[in-house]
């Protein structure tokens, strides 16, 4: 009896079969676990790069009031000051002309050279300006208009040759055509055989001049 009884005592080894099947069992399960988090923190980084980001709002393109363009500048136009001619050629001052016609504004200030005068234009000076004066006096002259343009050239304005000066121009010295951009033209003076004019316009845009040994004509885009 003894001996069956010693036989017996290797039966405890089940025991140690089943904590190894339990730590086994637990091993798997965290490797499980761990691997389902790591499926989860992959899908989550996917889900992250695959979200478009944000574009930066582009500002609304500026267009002029009404919502309209402004009338396009004309070939060869200047905003730029021209300072040019001939001084050798001082003619008579003799008449404005006005029109706006096909898109431009135009002003024409018209000579009667003398006979030896040369074929070129007189001396004239155009320039844009903050504030249009008077010829010699330097007073301010209300004239129509958001940009104002000067205008002037060599010519006689009034002849000095006798005793009493005799007009030589004798037309208006203000016109107010109200034309898309030339709104007003002011005569600011005939002195020492030099006239000005002033111009008012609705908006700042550039002239193209057209000078001749009889003429002087400044060309604006209407609008």
Same mark, same amino acid.
């Given at each position: 009896?003894?001996?069956?009884?010693?036989?017996?005592?290797?039966?405890?080894? !089940?025991?140690?079969?089943?904590?190894?099947?339990?730590?086994?069992?637990?091993?798997?399960?965290?490797?499980?676990?761990?691997?389902? *988090? *790591?499926?989860? $923190?992959?899908?989550?980084?996917? +889900?992250?790069?695959?979200?478009?980001?944000?574009?930066?709002?582009?500002?609304?393109?500026?267009?002029?009031?009404? #919502?309209?363009?402004?009338?396009?500048?004309? !070939? $060869?136009?200047?905003?730029?000051?021209?300072?040019? +001619?001939?001084?050798?050629?001082?003619?008579? /001052?003799?008449?404005?002309?006005? =029109?706006?016609?096909? #898109?431009?504004?135009?002003?024409?200030?018209?000579?009667?050279?003398?006979?030896?005068?040369?074929?070129? !234009?007189?001396?004239?000076?155009?320039? /844009?300006?903050?504030?249009?004066?008077?010829?010699?006096?330097?007073?301010?002259?209300?004239?129509?208009?958001?940009?104002?343009? =000067?205008?002037?050239?060599?010519? =006689?304005?009034?002849?000095?040759?006798?005793?009493?000066?005799?007009?030589?121009?004798? %037309?208006?010295?203000?016109?107010?055509?109200?034309?898309?951009?030339?709104?007003?033209? =002011?005569?600011? %003076?005939?002195?020492?055989?030099?006239?000005?004019? +002033? *111009?008012?316009?609705?908006?700042?845009?550039?002239?193209?001049?057209?000078? $001749?040994?009889?003429? *002087?004509?400044?060309?604006?885009?209407?609008?």
């Amino acid at each position: 009896m003894v001996a069956e009884a010693e036989a017996a005592e290797p039966a405890p080894a !089940p025991a140690e079969k089943r904590r190894l099947s339990v730590e086994e069992g637990y091993t798997s399960r965290m490797r499980r676990f761990a691997a389902v *988090l *790591l499926v989860a $923190g992959f899908l989550s980084a996917c +889900g992250q790069r695959a979200e478009p980001q944000a574009q930066p709002q582009q500002p609304p393109a500026e267009s002029e009031p009404g #919502g309209q363009e402004g009338p396009a500048e004309i !070939p $060869g136009a200047t905003c730029k000051a021209t300072n040019e +001619g001939n001084p050798a050629n001082f003619p008579d /001052f003799t008449k404005v002309d006005l =029109v706006s016609a096909e #898109g431009v504004d135009r002003i024409t200030f018209e000579f009667d050279p003398q006979a030896n005068a040369p074929d070129a !234009p007189p001396w004239h000076y155009v320039s /844009f300006t903050d504030q249009l004066i008077t010829e010699g006096e330097g007073k301010p002259v209300e004239v129509e208009g958001e940009a104002f343009l =000067v205008v002037s050239f060599q010519a =006689v304005g009034h002849d000095l040759s006798g005793e009493t000066p005799v007009a030589v121009y004798t %037309g208006p010295e203000r016109f107010t055509p109200g034309f898309g951009t030339l709104q007003e033209a =002011v005569m600011l %003076g005939d002195f020492e055989g030099q006239v000005s004019w +002033g *111009l008012g316009l609705s908006r700042k845009a550039c002239y193209r001049l057209d000078a $001749g040994a009889d003429h *002087l004509t400044v060309e604006l885009p209407s609008g």
